[in-house]
């Protein structure tokens, strides 16, 4: 099959099916809602562009024998369908109204629907490709029957297509329903294309959502304070993609999804007074990240109210009790279940928890919600429909403990890295314990960001140890592009727990009494880069350590290194500084990291005594917590200097002669440090803290701290 890069408007689409040549449908029928004519046009209606998505051979769309239309849930294939009978002047049959989808059941609806003698000339005329036929919601007529029984009525529709020439009857349905289909037409060897709707651009969104609203009032000041709101969450919500190489694409993907502008329809008809939602909006500086969050709950909210309960739940629990069904719907699909089903279909996994426990409703509602969630409006096949629904599903289960092991068996096998992960986490986690897991995939995500001329930093250290062995740490992720914002949270963790570096990792400091592995096949280390950790575990064929950035290293302080490369030592390339990679180890190193070994800081530290030593271990713990703050600045926040260090009986003497020489200041709720004072008294530059450089000035410092 070969997919063409085409796009094809409603005009040229309904010119090239051949529509001039069809004679319009006069026939009468019996009521129903399963077989209607369109005798109006639907003013809210916008009509879609469509992209070739799949033809059967290589010939171009137009030439095929039938055509099918694809698309996603909630993305307006019904009114398409109603627009495409008006101007066809064509019949629907809506297979989500029919009784029965099988065998013969669409020769059966027409004669029934027609009376004999007129369906026989119906049908006849189709096969001459001189009518047109319309047949909405292939997913739903799925539903309701077998494989065998779908691919029954398939034949019933191909008996009917015309050998050559136009091609009068199109299908449409959700990309699954489609699929299937089109596998089942080609084994008859009839030529077919599949056209997908695309994402609305943002004009088209614009009319779509002012359609939509349907405003009332037409007074100028009315009309310009609704565009003002309107255009106000479409531009915030946009500015969330503006720093990803892909803008334009992840952009319309997201607000030229109809879900998404049906659910800013729905936001913005809730206003009742557009200038005071505006002035409120403003005032508050809603962020983008807020509305999107908010947008794509409303979707879940639509699936679930709107589809779920009214299409599936009160159908298979009217016979119950009404207890039992108030239950059913204030319990069942909720927006945790519908993330999770969305997580184990990305998964290609099945999902067997149950809402409720009751096995007659288990069962009934395992057979209807199975079909239904591979059309749910997150999903574009079983591929996220968008990068903002991807990381929503992520974010929302991250910290579920029954949904552990899925979220790490996609973080690891299926996740394309984005940065808007990071944010919808921290806006739907704020100040909750994170697993130690989820930490390196958050710093990747917000190092995902393209930010020139900043650096994003992560900040990792030991806060406490719990009674129960559990180890508490804390994480700080410094967003650089956003007037170095900081980000807190606590982390948990167990003493045989591994912190995975995933293939990137910079501008970080790790000094925790856990061991580090690096996991990936091939890891980048780009400088500044500090990491001490109880040991280092290599399952890395390569190992690249950037140091570009004028003369900072990557400094490692391990126990030991453990390579798990099944044999294979890991090969160590330094890109700028050859000597950008240094280890400290209080034991000996093997090959390949036996090149960039450095003394052990103790043995670096003889001469000192015991009281001094320690001075000097907490002084230079101290000073590595600085980090970037703004103008090139080292600081750091003073309750964390004070709970770390200020408190002990080593740390109050040393805190207070660094504040006494002036080598840190405080300044409002920072620390911040003094560079030139650092070089005065302590002779080195904060880079030579880090890489452990001892001297006469450090010596004669540490010596007088308890003077």
Not at 315 to 320: E, L, V
Not at 346 to 363: H, R
């Amino acid at each position: 099959m070969s997919a063409l890069d085409t796009t094809i408007g409603l005009e040229s689409f309904e010119k090239s099916i051949g529509r001039d040549s069809f004679t319009p449908f006069d026939y009468e029928f019996g009521g129903g809602d399963d077989f209607i004519i369109a005798k109006e046009q639907r003013e809210e209606f916008i009509a879609p562009v469509f992209s070739v998505a799949q033809t059967s051979s290589n010939k171009k769309w137009s030439d095929t024998r039938i055509v099918l239309i694809s698309a996603v849930g909630a993305s307006g294939k019904s009114w398409l369908a109603e627009r495409l009978s008006y101007d066809l002047k064509s019949p629907i049959i809506n297979l989500g109204k029919m009784k029965v989808v099988a065998s013969y059941s669409l020769t059966g609806m027409l004669n029934k629907k027609l009376g004999s003698m007129s369906a026989g000339e119906y049908m006849y005329k189709l096969q001459k490709g001189e009518m047109g036929l319309i047949i909405d919601a292939l997913d739903e007529g799925f539903q309701k029957t077998t494989t065998d029984g779908y691919f029954d009525f398939l034949d019933d529709v191909i008996e009917k297509i015309p050998a050559e020439g136009s091609m009068p009857i199109i299908l449409l349905g959700r990309t699954n329903a489609v699929e299937l289909a089109a596998l089942h037409i080609q084994e008859r060897e009839i030529d077919f294309s599949i056209l997908k709707i695309e994402p609305f651009t943002i004009g088209k969104a614009k009319e779509f959502i002012d359609k939509r609203v349907n405003k009332k009032k037409d007074n100028e000041s009315y009309k310009s304070t609704y565009k003002e709101i309107r255009d106000y969450i479409i531009d915030t919500i946009g500015c969330f993609f503006k720093s990803q190489s892909d803008i334009n694409d992840q952009r319309k993907r997201f607000i030229g999804y109809a879900p998404v502008l049906l659910a800013i329809s729905d936001y913005i008809k809730g206003v009742s007074n557009y200038q005071k939602e505006i002035i409120s909006l403003k005032q508050s500086n809603k962020r983008s990240v807020s509305l999107i969050i908010d947008i794509t709950e409303r979707i879940l909210a639509r699936d679930k109210f709107e589809k779920v309960d009214e299409n599936l739940l009160k159908n298979i629990t009217n016979h119950r009790d009404k207890a039992f069904q108030d239950r059913v719907l204030k319990n069942v699909y909720l927006p945790e279940e519908q993330c999770a089903r969305v997580l184990y279909m990305m998964l290609g996994k099945s999902y067997s928890l149950s809402p409720i426990d009751d096995e007659d409703f288990n069962i009934r509602y395992k057979e209807g919600i199975n079909g239904w969630i591979q059309e749910h409006p997150f999903l574009d096949g079983r591929h996220p429909a968008n990068i903002v629904f991807e990381s929503y599903v992520i974010a929302k289960l991250a910290l579920t403990e029954k949904y552990k092991a899925e979220i790490d068996e996609y973080l690891c096998t299926g996740y394309g890295n984005s940065y808007i992960f990071f944010y919808i986490f921290n806006e739907l986690h704020k100040e909750e314990t994170l697993d130690l897991s989820l930490v390196p995939y958050l710093y990747s995500s917000l190092n995902a960001l393209e930010a020139k001329n900043y650096q994003h930093s992560l900040d990792l250290s030991l806060d406490k140890y719990l009674d129960n062995g559990e180890i508490i740490l804390d994480a700080e992720f410094d967003d650089a592009a956003d007037e170095y914002e900081k980000y807190e949270y606590k982390v948990k963790a167990n003493s045989d727990d591994e912190l995975k570096i995933g293939a990137f990792l910079s501008n970080a400091n790790i000094d925790i009494p856990l061991s580090v592995c690096l996991s990936s096949l091939k890891t980048e280390l780009t400088s500044p880069i500090y990491i001490s950790c109880k040991g280092l575990k290599v399952s890395s064929g390569e190992i690249i350590v950037n140091s570009q950035n004028g003369n900072q290293k990557t400094i490692i302080e391990t126990d030991k290194i453990e390579n798990i490369t099944g044999g294979n030592l890991p090969c160590i390339r330094t890109f700028g500084n050859n000597k950008g990679l240094e280890i400290f180890s209080p034991n000996s190193l093997s090959y390949p990291y036996s090149d960039y070994y450095g003394a052990s800081i103790q043995t670096r530290l003889n001469g000192f005594t015991e009281k001094e030593r320690g001075y000097y271990m907490k002084m230079r713990k101290t000073l590595i917590m600085f980090r970037s703050h703004s103008k090139g600045t080292l600081a750091k926040c003073c309750s964390k200097i004070d709970s770390r260090v200020g408190r002990k009986n080593t740390g109050k003497p040393v805190l207070d002669a660094l504040l006494d020489k002036h080598i840190i200041y405080k300044k409002d709720f920072m620390y911040y440090l003094d560079m030139d004072a650092m070089d005065e008294y302590l002779g080195v530059s904060f880079d030579g803290i880090k890489e452990c450089v001892i001297n006469d000035k450090i010596k004669d410092f540490v010596s007088k701290i308890f003077e």
